[in-house]
C-alpha cells in the first residue's frame, strides 16, 4: 500500500513548486530535504551573528510569474525590491552604468559611445522580441524529436509552426542567438568594450565556456528572460533573501496540505518489478508512494539514488555524458562600511545595485584562459551585491552584508580543492575587488567562501554546478538531461524529475517544478 | 542579350559556367589567375549533371601519422581493421571503441552529403524533418546532439588517448578562430567527414579542378573585375581591370559575398541593414602555409602535429589574443616528389609571422629524419589573401560556423544564391554548402538561376 501518491526528494525551489502543484490538485505528497532547512540553493543563512545572506543563489528574476500567481506567494511572504543598476567599474578610474531609467541610461551610455546608446535601444527591443519567442517553450514539456508517436509528431509540428510563426527575420536573430558567441553577437551591436562585457558576462554563468565560445549567447538570452510582476528584465532581491522564497513556496504547499519534513535524507529509491515504488532514508525508515519525483540532479537521481543496475545501458551512458563542470563560487562579506569605489566615491544609489568586474572580453577570456586548464581565475569575473542596502533586516544597523559571485573557479581544480585553496580563492576575490575598491579590506569583519566542491557537499549539486547540468545547447530543450527523456519522466516507471536538471534550466525559475507537476497531472 | 558572366575560377565557378552555358547561355569566365587546387569532396550530382569522367580523388594511405610521444606513430589508414590494430598499440579501450564511434559519424556524414548536394534546407519544413529523421532514432539523437557540441567533449566521451583526441579534434577546428573546447567545432569535424570512407577524416583532394578547365563551351578570360555595373536595381555587365567593359544581364560571382556586394558593386543599391549584416559576415584566416621540396623522402605522406587537445587549445589561446601559437597545429602532406606542403595553424590574419618559418622546420625537422628543405616559402594569411584571392587569408571566404551554415549561409538573405540586385548571382565557397565542397554551390545556384 502506497503512503503518499507522491514523494518529491529534495525540498529546493523546484521540488516545493512541484508539491505545491501537486497538493493543490489534491495530492498527497510528502517532500524529504536532506538539510535541516527547505529551499536547496536558496536559502538565506545568518552565517555571522547579526549577518543573513543569500548563501548560495543571490537575486531573484527568472522566477515563472505564473508560478507567483498560481501559488500566490505574495501572500505567503513573498516580497521583491527592484534593483536599479549595474556598475561596471573600469581601470582608469572610470566606469560604465547601466540604469533602469531610460534617459539616464542613454546618457551615460552616449558619454562611452554614440552609436551605442544609439544601438541600445534597438538592441533592447530585438531581446524582447527573443524572450517573447521563447517565453512560450519555458512553460513547455519538449517534446521528442526522434519519436514516430502522434503525440509527439505533434508537438513538433506546434513548435515549428510557433517558429514560422515568429516571421523569417525573428526566426534567424533566434538561431543566431542558439548558435553564436554572446561577444561574436554583441560585436554586432556595441563598441564599448565595458558594456561588451558586462553583458556577455551572463552568457557564461553557470558554464564552463568563455564568451567567445559558440552556444554563450543564448545563455545570455536565458539570463534576459527575468520577468518581475510584467515586466521583462527586471532583477530583484527578495526581503529577507532568497530563503524567503522558498519559505513562501513550502508555506503554499503546506497550505494546500502538503507535508514537508527536513533532516531526511534519502539514501536510496525503492525499485520492485521494474517500478519505483518509495525511497529509503538513511535512517532506514522506508516510505511508499505510487510516485517518486526526484529534485535532485541526473547524476544524482539516476547513479546514485536508483542505480545503473534498474536503468537501460544507453541512458545510464547519457547520464554519465551529461556535463556538469561547476565552475562559480560565492564569497559572502559582513561589512563594517560600505566599499568606497575610486570610480565613484562615496555612498551613492550605484551601490543599490548590482556591481559587475568585467571591464573587457578580453578579461574574461583570459579568466577563462586559467580554468579550463584547471586553475581559478588570477582575476576572476564578480557579480556584487549588497542586499543590506535594500533590505535592512540583513545586517545589524551600521553594517552591510555583500554577495559575490565568482567566476571561474573550476570543480575540477588541479591538486583538488582545500581549505587552502579555499581561502586563496577568498583573498583573489577580495584583492580583485580592493582594486577598484581600496577600503573593502579593512571593511571586512566577517568572510565565507563557498567553492564548487562546497556547494556539491553542502546543497548535493553534483560538481557545484548551478544549474544542476550546464547550461549548453547540447544539454538544453529535447536534449535535457538525455534526448527522448525531456519530459520529466525517466526510463524507471514511476519516477519522475523536476530539477533544473531538465527543461528549461536552472536560475531560481520554478518552471522545472511547475512543467513536471503539471506533466504528472496530465493537464500540460 | 543572352551573356553570362562568371567571376572566379574555382570549381563552383566553373560547374555553375558549365550549366548556364548548357543551357544555352553565352559564359563568360573571368579569373584573375588560375586558381589553386581545391581540397574536398566533390558530391556525385556534380559529376552526373556535367557527365565528368576520370575524377580521381586522391589520398594518402595511411591518410594521417601521429607522432607519438614516447616515439613511433600512430598511423591511421584507410583499412579499418588495420587502425583498430594501430590504435591497439596506443590504447586498447580506444581501439575497441572506433568502430563504433566510425560508424555513428559516418552515419550523420551521409545526412550531411544528402543536405549538401541540395540548396540549403527549410528548417522548419516537414521534408527536412522527414529526412532527418531517416537517421534514426539514436541518429537524430546524436545530431541534434553533436552539432552544437565542442569537438573536445565529444572526443572525450569515446575515446582516452591524447594522441588521437589531438588528431580529430584538430579537424573540428580547421580555418576556424575558435579551439577545440568552444561550441559549435564537433559539426565541423563531421563536415571534414562528408564524402569519405567511415573512419576517414581529412577530405581528400581531386584532380576536379582540371577536369573542369577541360570542358568545352566556356570562355576563359584571365583578368580581373573591378566592377558590376548595375542600373535600375538590376546588373548590366562588368567593367574589367584592362578598362573593357562586358555588358551582360546576368552575373554570376564565386567572390566572396562581402567583396562582390559591398566593393564591386557601387554602393547605394543595398539596403543598409543587408550591408551592415554583410559586414559581420566573420571571415577571419588562421593557417598560414608553408610550402617546401625536400631532398629525400620524409618517411610520412600526411603527417598531422597535434599531441593533445589542450596543445590544440592553447595553440588557440595565442590566436585569441592576438598572438602567432607559439606551438602551432602542423599537417603536413608531401607527394612522390618529396613536395611538401604544412598547413600551420593559428596564425592570425594581419599578425607579423616573423620566425615562424623557421619555427615550423624545426618542429617537423624531428619528423623528417635527414632530409634537407629547400626552397622554403610561407604563406601567412595575408599572402594568401593576395595570391588566392581568400578574404583575411580565409579558404572558406565565411568561417563555417554553426551560425554561417545551412540556411544562414552566409547570412539568411542571401542563402539563396539570389541577391537583391536583380541578375546578380552568388556560388562560391562562402554559399551554402562551401568551405571545401567542390562544386555543390555552383550546381545549386545555376539551378536557382535556370529556376530547376
Known amino acids: 500500500m502506497a503512503d503518499y501518491h507522491a514523494i518529491v526528494i529534495g525540498g529546493g525551489h523546484n521540488g516545493l513548486v512541484c508539491a505545491a502543484y501537486l497538493a493543490r490538485a489534491g495530492r498527497k505528497v510528502l517532500v524529504l530535504e536532506r538539510r535541516e532547512r527547505v529551499g536547496g540553493a536558496a536559502v538565506t543563512e545568518e552565517v555571522f551573528p547579526g549577518f543573513r545572506f543569500s548563501v548560495f543563489s543571490y537575486v531573484v528574476s527568472l522566477l515563472r510569474p505564473e508560478i507567483i500567481r498560481d501559488l500566490d506567494l505574495p501572500r505567503h ?61 519555458l512553460a513547455m514539456a519538449p517534446p521528442d524529436p526522434t519519436s514516430l508517436s502522434f503525440g509527439e509528431l505533434m508537438g513538433m509540428k506546434r513548435l515549428a509552426e510557433h517558429f514560422r510563426s515568429l516571421g523569417p527575420r525573428r526566426f534567424n536573430t533566434l538561431t543566431k542567438l542558439l548558435t553564436m558567441s554572446s561577444a561574436d553577437f554583441l560585436d554586432e551591436w556595441f563598441e564599448t568594450e565595458a558594456l561588451k562585457a558586462t553583458k556577455s558576462a551572463s552568457g557564461i554563468i553557470g558554464t564552463l565556456l568563455g564568451p567567445r565560445s559558440p552556444g554563450t549567447a543564448y545563455v545570455l538570452l536565458h539570463h534576459y528572460m527575468g520577468e518581475l510582476d510584467g515586466v521583462f528584465r527586471a532583477w530583484g532581491f527578495a526581503k529577507g ?39 529509503v532514508l538513511e535512517n532506514g525508515e522506508e516510505i511508499k508512494a505510487k510516485r517518486v519525483i526526484s529534485g535532485a540532479d ?34 559572502n562579506l559582513a561589512l563594517g562600511e560600505l566599499p568606497d569605489f575610486t570610480c565613484l566615491p562615496g555612498r551613492g544609489p550605484h551601490l543599490r545595485g548590482a556591481i559587475s568586474i568585467s571591464p573587457s572580453i578580453d578579461y574574461l577570456e583570459r579568466a577563462y584562459d586559467e580554468a579550463k586548464y584547471g586553475e581559478i581565475s588570477t582575476r576572476p569575473y564578480l557579480d556584487i551585491v549588497i542586499p543590506s542596502l ?47 575598491a581600496p577600503n573593502l579590506k579593512n571593511a571586512i569583519l566577517h568572510r565565507q567562501v563557498v567553492t564548487p566542491a562546497d556547494i556539491e557537499r553542502i546543497v548535493g549539486l553534483t560538481e557545484g554546478n548551478i544549474f544542476q547540468g550546464e547550461l549548453s545547447l547540447q544539454q538544453m530543450f529535447f536534449l535535457r538531461p538525455v534526448p527522448a527523456w525531456a519530459k520529466y519522466r525517466t526510463p524507471l516507471a514511476g519516477l519522475y524529475q523536476c530539477g533544473a536538471g531538465t527543461h528549461p534550466g536552472g536560475g531560481v525559475m520554478g518552471a522545472s517544478g511547475r512543467n513536471a507537476a503539471l506533466q504528472i497531472l496530465g493537464t500540460a | 542579350m543572352n551573356r553570362a558572366i562568371v567571376i572566379g575560377g574555382g570549381s563552383d565557378a566553373l560547374v555553375a559556367a558549365q550549366l548556364l552555358a548548357r543551357a544555352g547561355r553565352e559564359v563568360m569566365v573571368i579569373e584573375r589567375r588560375g586558381a589553386s587546387l581545391d581540397e574536398g569532396w566533390v558530391p556525385p550530382k556534380v559529376l552526373r549533371e556535367l557527365k565528368i569522367e576520370g575524377l580521381e580523388p586522391e589520398r594518402p594511405d595511411p591518410w594521417l601519422a601521429l607522432p607519438l610521444p614516447g616515439g613511433g606513430r600512430l598511423e591511421l589508414w584507410r583499412d579499418m581493421a588495420r587502425t583498430v590494430d594501430a590504435i591497439r598499440r596506443v590504447s586498447p579501450h580506444d581501439a575497441e571503441r572506433w568502430p563504433e564511434f566510425c560508424e555513428r559519424m559516418a552515419r550523420l556524414a551521409r545526412f550531411l552529403e544528402a543536405v549538401y548536394a541540395a540548396p540549403p534546407p527549410d528548417p522548419l519544413s516537414p521534408g527536412f524533418a522527414l529526412r532527418a529523421r531517416r537517421l534514426g532514432r539514436r541518429g537524430l539523437a546524436d545530431l541534434l546532439r553533436i552539432l552544437p557540441m565542442p569537438v573536445a567533449e565529444l572526443l572525450d566521451d569515446w575515446f582516452e588517448a591524447d594522441a588521437l583526441k589531438g588528431a580529430l579534434g584538430a579537424a573540428g577546428v580547421l580555418h576556424l578562430l575558435q579551439g577545440p573546447r568552444s561550441g559549435g567545432t564537433a559539426f565541423r569535424l563531421l563536415h571534414h567527414h562528408v564524402g569519405s570512407p567511415p573512419g576517414v577524416f581529412r ?250
Open chain 1, 241 to 279: 533573501g532568497n530563503g524567503s522564497v522558498s519559505a513562501a513556496i513550502a508555506s503554499a504547499a503546506k497550505a494546500a496540505g502538503a507535508e514537508i519534513r527536513c533532516n531526511s535524507p534519502v539514501e536510496r529509491i525503492l525499485v520492485s518489478y521494474g517500478r519505483a515504488r518509495g525511497v
Open chain 2, 203 to 452: 577530405p581528400a583532394r581531386s584532380n576536379v579542378l582540371e577536369l573542369l578547365r577541360k570542358l568545352p563551351r566556356v570562355e576563359l578570360q584571365n583578368t580581373e573585375v573591378l566592377r558590376i555595373s548595375v542600373s535600375g536595381g538590376a546588373v548590366t555587365g562588368v567593367v574589367l581591370k584592362d578598362g573593357r567593359e562586358l555588358a551582360a544581364l546576368l552575373v554570376v560571382s564565386s567572390v566572396d559575398p562581402r567583396r562582390t556586394l559591398l566593393d564591386l558593386v557601387e554602393p547605394g543599391w543595398l539596403d543598409p541593414e543587408l550591408a551592415r549584416a554583410l559586414r559581420h559576415v566573420r571571415r577571419r584566416g588562421v593557417a598560414a602555409r608553408l610550402r617546401l621540396e625536400l631532398d629525400r623522402s620524409p618517411g610520412f605522406t600526411s603527417l598531422a602535429l597535434a599531441p593533445s587537445l589542450d596543445y590544440l587549445e592553447r595553440a588557440y589561446d595565442d590566436a585569441k589574443h592576438g598572438r602567432v601559437s607559439r606551438e602551432p597545429y602542423l599537417e603536413a602532406t608531401c607527394d612522390e616528389r618529396h613536395r611538401m606542403e604544412v598547413l600551420v595553424q593559428y596564425a592570425p590574419y594581419g599578425v607579423e609571422c616573423r620566425g615562424l618559418s623557421e619555427r615550423i622546420q624545426a618542429l617537423l625537422g624531428e619528423h623528417w629524419g635527414d632530409a634537407q628543405p629547400q626552397h622554403v616559402e610561407l604563406l601567412a594569411p595575408r599572402e594568401l589573401e593576395e595570391f588566392e584571392g581568400w578574404p583575411e587569408g580565409q579558404p572558406h571566404h565565411a568561417e563555417l560556423s554553426l551560425d554561417q551554415a545551412l540556411w544562414m549561409r552566409p547570412l539568411p538573405e542571401l542563402a539563396h544564391y539570389r541577391t537583391p540586385i536583380q541578375g546578380l548571382w552568388l556560388c562560391g565557397p562562402a554559399m551554402h554548402p562551401g568551405a571545401g565542397i567542390a562544386g555543390a554551390a555552383g550546381l545549386n545556384c545555376a539551378h536557382a538561376i535556370l529556376g530547376r
Open chain 1, 77 to 137: 511572504g513573498l516580497h521583491i525590491l527592484p534593483l536599479e543598476s549595474t556598475i561596471t567599474p573600469l581601470a582608469n578610474s572610470d566606469y560604465l552604468a547601466q540604469w533602469n531609467d531610460h534617459d539616464q541610461n542613454r546618457r551615460e551610455l552616449a558619454r562611452h559611445s554614440l552609436r551605442d546608446a544609439e544601438a541600445y535601444d534597438e538592441f533592447g527591443l530585438m531581446l524582447h522580441q527573443m524572450a517573447r519567442a521563447v517565453k512560450p517553450l
Open chain 1, 390 to 436: 535594500i533590505d535592512p533586516g540583513m545586517a545589524p544597523p551600521g553594517k552591510h552584508v555583500m554577495s559575490i559571485f565568482v567566476q571561474y573557479a573550476p570543480y575540477h581544480l588541479n591538486g583538488g580543492w582545500s581549505d587552502a585553496r579555499r581561502e586563496a580563492l577568498g583573498d583573489t576575490v577580495v584583492d580583485t575587488l580592493s582594486q577598484y
Open chain 1, 298 to 331: 541526473p547524476r544524482r537521481t539516476f547513479m546514485q539514488l536508483v542505480g545503473e543496475k534498474h536503468l537501460p545501458a544507453p541512458f545510464v551512458e547519457s547520464i554519465r555524458r551529461f556535463r556538469f563542470r561547476g565552475a562559480s563560487a560565492k564569497v
